[in-house]
């Protein structure tokens, strides 16, 4: 018996394809799109992000777990280990559409650092995005260490100001807040959940290991390749298959 292949190079086959058949044909992905969510697992990502979304808004808790996924694969931010909340945030701009096609179909991106007047003061949001298909203003905070109940309370408290001030009651369903934390643990999540009365979810991230940093094509390589390729295809833009 010959030796057995590495496991390396087994042919992979995409878990759970009807899944990905259905909602690729559901929401329309482009083949791209279709391989990002095949590469990054969105089958065990989807809908298992910590909520508080039976209690506040039953009636659509189905579909909003659905929207959050748990973790979100940011890789495409490069950002190694060692990172500040500022770093990541303009990162997630910089690089807004990948973010968008992390987040999902129907995001439209609002803003960075939104202003909120209260009173006499001004608060700012990290980002705010609007889904276009649930008619949802989402509030995204972004923490680098681990979820605390604090800040369930800060983005309870933006939720709360964009529903009053932000969002049209007549055409706009509650807010939405999300927040996107290096860490959680699952029991203090849960008891801060249930302090709040705004749909609220807690996720985490993932970003590029500092060891796979180097290895990572620049983007003057990345540059050059697309060039490559769009010469070998006689100067006309290269079709997906």
Do not use: C
Not at 13 to 27: C, D, F, K, M, S
Not at 75 to 84: I, K, M, P, Q
Not at 167 to 192: M, W
Request: no cysteine; glycine share 8%; hydrophobic share 35%.
């Amino acid at each position: 018996m010959g030796p057995r292949p590495h496991p390396a190079r087994l042919p992979r086959r995409p878990p759970h394809q009807g899944l990905y058949a259905t909602e690729a044909v559901r929401h329309g992905w482009s083949r791209n799109v279709l391989v990002h969510h095949i590469e990054t697992g969105l089958h065990l990502r989807q809908g298992v992000a910590l909520n508080n979304f039976d209690a506040t808004v039953p009636e659509g808790a189905d579909l909003l777990k659905e929207l959050v996924k748990d973790p979100y694969q940011l890789e495409f931010t490069r950002l190694g280990d060692s990172h500040s909340e500022q770093d990541l945030e303009t990162a997630l701009v910089d690089h807004v559409v990948r973010f968008l096609q992390e987040l999902g179909v129907g995001f439209a991106f609002m803003g960075r650092q939104y202003p909120l007047q209260v009173g006499s003061q001004q608060f700012k949001m990290d980002l705010l995005f609007y889904h276009a298909r649930l008619h949802r203003y989402v509030v995204v905070e972004l923490k680098i260490g681990r979820a605390q109940p604090e800040h369930l309370g800060k983005l309870g408290f933006y939720t709360a100001v964009v529903d009053d001030k932000v969002r049209d009651p007549e055409r706009d369903d509650a807010t939405l807040g999300i927040l996107i934390a290096a860490h959680r643990d699952e029991d203090v999540v849960q008891y801060s959940l249930r302090g709040t009365n705004q749909p609220l979810a807690v996720t985490t991230y993932r970003t590029l290991p500092a060891e796979l940093r180097p290895l990572l094509p620049s983007p003057e390589d990345l540059a050059r390749v697309t060039h490559e390729v769009l010469e070998k295809h006689g100067g006309g833009e290269a079709q997906e298959a």
